[in-house]
Every structure is written in C-alpha cells, then in structure tokens.
C-alpha cells in the first residue's frame, strides 16, 4: 500500500504573537501542510491586500472587515479561531490637558486611522448603547480608506491631509480624541476618554460574557 507523502503548501500571513510564533517557526508542523509566511507587518497592512487581491491563501483577519467582505462577496471563508481580542474600553483617548467625557463628544473631532477599523466598530457601538453617544454628531476624521474597495464611508465623514499625523493631531489640539488599535501609545499625555476604562471593560464583560473580537 502506498503512502502519499504529498505536502501542499500555503501562503499564509501572520501577525506575530505567542500562539502563531510556534508556527511560523517550525515548532508545529505538519506532515502534509507546510506554509511559507509573509513578512508584512503589521498585521492591518495585509488585510487590504487580502481582500482586494486574495493575495494569500490563508490570513489573519480583522472581523469587521471580514464581514464587510462577505457582505460584498467575496470568496473568503473564516476559520472560527480567534486569533487576537481585547476589550476596547481604554482604546479611544483624548488629551490630558483636555479632558473629555463620552456625554461631551457631540460636535467634537474624533479621529481613527480607518472609518471601519475593527477597533472603531467596537468603540463607537459601546459609546453609544452604553454612553447613549449620538454618533451622527461626532465629527470623525479618517487618514486611509477601508481594507474592502467597494465600502464607502458615511457622509459627513473628513479625510485628513496626506501630511497629517493621529497622535499629532491629537496632542496638538486639532483632534479632540482618538481611536487606536494595535498602536495604542504609551503615553502619559493622554488619557482614556471612558471613565476608569479597566473597570468599565470589566462591568461590559460582566454584562455580555464575552471579549471583543479583533481578528480571526
């Protein structure tokens, strides 16, 4: 009888972290898969190339945009393994010199690098079901476009100069606040604009048994 010894191998693209580095770097293998992984980083870099391209065979991604995918069909299909989630409480965050509440941000600029970051998707839908946040009176302010061409911002939304920077705007004035993701800055300038944001996660958690979901 024989043996079939054939390995398929996949492109695949990864972030870094404690449970894919064992992967990426041979400790887990498999018999018949082998992958050959991508070096761009970071991680919200090769979403857009994904979506757009079907650049690799298999990817981490951000589940906002992988429902934005599915919505304008494309060919994806998810693997149900949370790959990275946090809670997103202590993600958006206004100047310490500055200090602004949730009930405060009617009017204000909020600023984000993608409209429909996983992150914002997160944030906005806790600023206003738990912060009673009118979102359509915040003025939000993008610096790039979506990961899936076919979605469009909502109107009234500002694209930031080709020139302009989040944190700089920020801690300049010309931002109110800002949302984060993986690049959330340690910074003692800045300050969480939700109350106690470690105890107000906590009360979420408590209230859905559930961790936010960034990428699967």
């Known amino acids: 009888m024989s043996v079939d010894t054939h390995v398929t191998t996949l492109s695949a693209a990864f972030d870094d972290y404690p449970h894919t580095l064992p992967l ?118 993008t610096f790039e476009d979506g990961h899936v061409a076919e979605y469009h911002e909502p109107a009234g939304v500002e694209r930031a100069g080709a020139d302009k920077n989040l944190l700089k705007m920020l801690r300049e004035g010309e931002l109110d606040a800002a949302i984060y993701g993986a690049d959330l800055p340690n910074d003692p300038t800045l300050k969480s604009l939700i109350p106690d944001a470690e105890a107000a996660a906590q009360t979420w958690y408590a209230r859905h048994h559930v961790v936010p979901i960034n990428h699967m």
Not at 31 to 53: G, L, Q
Not at 79 to 97: D, E, K, Y
Not at 123 to 133: A, K, P, S
Request: hydrophobic residues 45%; contains cysteine; glycine residues 8%.
């Open 24 to 141: 990426k770097r041979g400790e887990v293998a498999s018999p018949r898969v082998a992958f050959t992984f991508s070096d761009i980083r970071p991680a919200n870099r090769f979403f857009k190339p994904m979506v757009r391209e079907l650049k690799f065979d298999v990817s981490e991604m951000a589940i906002a945009t992988y429902v934005q995918a599915k919505a304008y069909g494309k060919p994806l299909v998810l693997v149900p393994a949370t790959v990275m989630g946090r809670f997103q409480h202590g993600t958006i965050l206004c100047n310490a010199a500055r200090p602004l509440a949730p009930a405060e941000l009617a009017g204000k600029r909020v600023g984000v690098r993608s409209y429909s970051q996983t992150t914002a998707v997160w944030v906005r839908g806790i600023l206003e079901n738990d912060y009673g946040v009118d979102l359509g009176k915040v003025r939000w302010v």
